[in-house]
């Protein structure tokens, strides 16, 4: 099962396209590809920016 990159949480995961997911708990986007897991936020409009936070852990 997939976890959320920022806050590790299973279970407010949901998939929104091909290897493309969504964490309700953080509201943001990421993207699984190979070992490689690139993190998005949500923006009021809906368009997709990318997370700079740093992350304690990926995948």
């Given at each position: 099962?997939?976890?959320?990159?920022?806050?590790?949480?299973?279970?407010?995961?949901?998939?929104?396209?091909?290897?493309?997911?969504?964490?309700?708990?953080?509201?943001?986007?990421?993207?699984?590809?190979?070992e490689?897991?690139?993190?998005?936020?949500?923006?009021?409009?809906?368009?997709?920016?990318?997370?700079?936070?740093?992350?304690?852990?990926?995948?």
């Amino acid at each position: 099962m997939t976890s959320c990159p920022v806050c590790s949480n299973k279970r407010a995961i949901g998939k929104v396209g091909s290897a493309q997911y969504f964490c309700w708990d953080c509201c943001i986007e990421f993207v699984v590809r190979d070992e490689e897991t690139t993190v998005f936020n949500v923006e009021p409009d809906g368009t997709l920016t990318l997370y700079l936070e740093p992350l304690d852990h990926v995948m």
